[in-house]
Protein backbone atom coordinates (compact mmCIF):
# COMPACT_ATOMS: atom_id res chain seq x y z
CA UNK A 1 0.00 0.00 0.00
CA UNK A 2 2.10 3.06 1.40
CA UNK A 3 5.45 1.32 -0.07
CA UNK A 4 3.85 1.17 -3.47
CA UNK A 5 2.48 4.79 -3.26
CA UNK A 6 5.63 6.22 -2.53
CA UNK A 7 7.00 4.38 -5.29
CA UNK A 8 4.40 5.43 -7.97
CA UNK A 9 5.09 9.41 -6.77
CA UNK A 10 8.55 8.67 -7.53
CA UNK A 11 7.94 7.06 -11.03
CA UNK A 12 5.63 9.56 -11.74
CA UNK A 13 8.78 12.40 -10.65
CA UNK A 14 6.50 13.94 -7.90
CA UNK A 15 7.98 15.71 -4.88
CA UNK A 16 8.31 13.66 -1.72
CA UNK A 17 6.50 14.65 1.04
CA UNK A 18 3.00 13.08 1.15
CA UNK A 19 1.76 11.94 4.60
CA UNK A 20 0.38 8.22 4.06
CA UNK A 21 -1.12 5.94 6.67
CA UNK A 22 -3.62 2.77 6.84
CA UNK A 23 -6.38 2.31 7.87
CA UNK A 24 -8.38 -1.02 9.10
CA UNK A 25 -7.51 -4.71 9.30
CA UNK A 26 -6.77 -4.85 5.41
CA UNK A 27 -4.40 -1.99 5.92
CA UNK A 28 -6.00 0.14 3.33
CA UNK A 29 -3.92 3.47 2.24
CA UNK A 30 -4.96 6.29 3.63
CA UNK A 31 -3.33 9.92 1.82
CA UNK A 32 -3.87 12.80 4.12
CA UNK A 33 -4.34 15.91 1.64
CA UNK A 34 -3.86 19.47 3.19
CA UNK A 35 -7.00 21.04 1.88
CA UNK A 36 -9.75 18.81 3.21
CA UNK A 37 -10.14 15.18 4.12
CA UNK A 38 -7.62 12.62 3.21
CA UNK A 39 -8.16 10.21 0.74
CA UNK A 40 -8.58 6.50 1.03
CA UNK A 41 -8.05 2.99 -1.26
CA UNK A 42 -4.59 2.20 -3.54
CA UNK A 43 -6.79 3.03 -6.84
CA UNK A 44 -8.14 6.56 -5.57
CA UNK A 45 -4.51 7.74 -4.23
CA UNK A 46 -2.73 6.14 -7.54
CA UNK A 47 -5.01 8.16 -9.69
CA UNK A 48 -5.05 11.14 -7.56
CA UNK A 49 -1.11 10.69 -7.74
CA UNK A 50 -1.03 10.88 -11.88
CA UNK A 51 -3.39 13.87 -12.00
CA UNK A 52 -1.50 15.66 -9.71
CA UNK A 53 1.84 14.71 -11.97
CA UNK A 54 -0.40 16.21 -15.55
CA UNK A 55 0.21 12.32 -16.96
CA UNK A 56 -3.55 11.49 -17.38
CA UNK A 57 -2.80 9.40 -20.05
CA UNK A 58 -1.96 6.70 -17.54
CA UNK A 59 -5.36 6.55 -16.96
CA UNK A 60 -6.34 5.98 -20.76
CA UNK A 61 -7.28 8.23 -23.52
CA UNK A 62 -10.15 6.29 -24.85
CA UNK A 63 -13.52 5.93 -22.65
CA UNK A 64 -12.74 2.22 -23.50
CA UNK A 65 -8.96 3.00 -22.29
CA UNK A 66 -10.00 4.47 -19.52
CA UNK A 67 -12.84 1.62 -18.68
CA UNK A 68 -10.17 -1.38 -19.59
CA UNK A 69 -7.59 0.45 -17.04
CA UNK A 70 -10.28 0.80 -14.37
CA UNK A 71 -11.22 -2.94 -14.79
CA UNK A 72 -7.49 -3.92 -13.68
CA UNK A 73 -7.50 -1.56 -11.05
CA UNK A 74 -10.35 -3.38 -9.88
CA UNK A 75 -8.79 -6.85 -10.55
CA UNK A 76 -5.99 -5.88 -8.68
CA UNK A 77 -7.37 -4.70 -5.69
CA UNK A 78 -10.18 -7.71 -5.58
CA UNK A 79 -8.14 -10.43 -6.93
CA UNK A 80 -4.70 -9.88 -6.66
CA UNK A 81 -4.58 -8.14 -2.99
CA UNK A 82 -7.38 -10.97 -1.71
CA UNK A 83 -5.39 -13.83 -3.39
CA UNK A 84 -3.54 -15.70 -0.73
CA UNK A 85 -3.42 -19.13 -2.33
CA UNK A 86 -0.95 -20.79 -4.93
CA UNK A 87 -3.95 -21.56 -6.75
CA UNK A 88 -5.13 -17.79 -6.42
CA UNK A 89 -1.81 -16.88 -7.74
CA UNK A 90 -2.08 -19.82 -10.27
CA UNK A 91 -5.56 -18.29 -11.67
CA UNK A 92 -4.34 -15.16 -11.56
CA UNK A 93 -1.28 -15.17 -13.44
CA UNK A 94 -3.34 -17.67 -16.01
CA UNK A 95 -5.95 -14.81 -16.15
CA UNK A 96 -2.86 -12.26 -17.24
CA UNK A 97 -1.44 -14.86 -20.06
CA UNK A 98 -5.16 -15.35 -21.66
CA UNK A 99 -5.35 -11.75 -21.57
CA UNK A 100 -2.03 -10.20 -22.67
CA UNK A 101 -1.53 -13.43 -25.61
CA UNK A 102 -2.45 -10.64 -27.84
CA UNK A 103 -1.60 -7.61 -26.09
CA UNK A 104 1.10 -5.49 -25.41
CA UNK A 105 -0.39 -4.11 -22.24
CA UNK A 106 -2.86 -4.45 -20.25
CA UNK A 107 -5.08 -1.29 -21.55
CA UNK A 108 -3.53 -2.86 -25.59
CA UNK A 109 -0.94 -0.83 -26.67
CA UNK A 110 -0.54 1.77 -23.83
CA UNK A 111 1.39 2.20 -20.96
CA UNK A 112 -0.96 2.81 -18.06
CA UNK A 113 -1.47 2.81 -14.38
CA UNK A 114 -2.92 -0.75 -14.27
CA UNK A 115 0.57 -1.76 -15.73
CA UNK A 116 2.39 -0.21 -12.98
CA UNK A 117 0.27 -1.01 -10.06
CA UNK A 118 -0.48 -4.83 -11.81
CA UNK A 119 3.59 -4.95 -11.66
CA UNK A 120 3.91 -4.01 -7.91
CA UNK A 121 0.81 -6.04 -6.84
CA UNK A 122 2.78 -9.10 -8.50
CA UNK A 123 6.33 -8.32 -8.18
CA UNK A 124 6.87 -10.25 -4.51
CA UNK A 125 5.14 -13.26 -5.95
CA UNK A 126 7.26 -13.25 -9.08
CA UNK A 127 10.18 -12.78 -6.58
CA UNK A 128 9.19 -15.81 -4.67
CA UNK A 129 8.61 -18.22 -7.52
Known sequence: GAEELASLEKLLGLP???KYGVQGERKIPVLQTNNGP????LM??????????KKDQLLGSTAEEKAVVQQWLEYRVTRVDGGS????????LKDLNIHLEDKVYLAGN?????DILMYYGLH????SV
Do not use: P
Not at 38 to 41: A, P, V, Y
Not at 45 to 53: F, G, S
Not at 110 to 114: C, D, P, R
Open 16 to 18: KGN
Open 85 to 92: SKEDTRII
Open 124 to 127: HVMV
Open 44 to 53: TIAAHLVKQA
Open 110 to 114: IFTLA
Open 38 to 41: GLTG
